[in-house]
């Protein structure tokens, strides 16, 4: 049962980096520019953190919020 809830939560798995430092009380203090960061993508939703799974807390950002201060990594 794990195993496949593991893999349904990997599919929404993102790699980004920080293009601009996010200013301000907008919660996303903390990242950095030209670091690469992990979380997640769905629903038109982006989930982040500056720490993923070391229990830092998580941010839901919609799109726009996200590509002001983001940009996707694609990986091959």
């Known amino acids: 049962m794990v195993r496949k809830y593991n893999r349904v939560m990997d599919k929404f798995q993102i ?3 920080c293009s ?3 200013q301000g009380a907008n919660g996303l203090l903390g990242f950095e520019p030209d670091k690469a960061y ?3 993508a769905y629903n038109g939703l982006y989930e ?3 720490d993923w799974g070391r229990g830092k807390p998580t941010i839901l950002l919609d799109r726009k919020i ?3 201060y ?3 990594v694609r990986e091959n």
């Open 15 to 17: 790699s980004f980096k």
């Open 20 to 22: 601009k430092q996010p």
């Open 38 to 40: 992990i979380g997640r």
């Open 48 to 50: 982040v953190s500056t």
């Open 66 to 68: 996200f590509d002001r």
């Open 70 to 72: 983001f940009e996707l």
